[in-house]
């Protein structure tokens, strides 16, 4: 190993280590709301997208289409985030007959698996944008 390749390797390592140490911090109240955004777009099973904007801390409104135009409203999201991992909940939960995200959450994306009325339901994924996106 050359002295220019050991300095690099240590660099990384450093980088890696101060890394590692932040997804502690993303608990931290200013981290999480940083992570969490404030517009969500995102889609799932069957062709369904949505749009979800926060009102409040972890509540969110959300706007949901189907492929053939319907539109439906959902006024009670909530989005939950501990270290790198992300809990939604819609209409009480999947347990309550609405459904539940799980996944893992990234600054500006999150994906993972949901259910609705205490079934599997497929995969979700979303982009996460601190202001809501021209379109």
């Not at 502690?24 to 981290?31: D, H």
């Not at 940083?34 to 972890?58: F, I, K, L, N, Y």
Request: aromatic content about 8%.
């Amino acid at each position: 190993m050359t002295r220019s390749t050991t300095v690099c390797a240590l660099a990384a390592a450093v980088l890696a280590g101060a890394l590692a140490g932040g997804v502690t911090a993303q608990n931290l109240p200013v981290a999480m709301e940083a992570m969490r955004g404030h517009h969500w777009h995102g889609g799932e099973c069957c062709g369904w997208t949505w749009d979800w904007v926060q009102q409040s801390g972890p509540s969110f409104s959300g706007t949901f289409r189907n492929p053939n135009g319907q539109q439906l409203q959902e006024p009670n999201i909530i989005i939950s985030i501990s270290g790198n991992q992300v809990q939604i909940v819609r209409a009480g939960g999947s347990a309550a007959g609405g459904c539940t995200y799980n996944g893992t959450i990234r600054v500006g994306s999150a994906e993972g698996t949901y259910a609705c009325a205490g079934k599997p339901a497929g995969a979700w994924a979303a982009t996460i944008y601190q202001t809501a996106p021209t379109r």
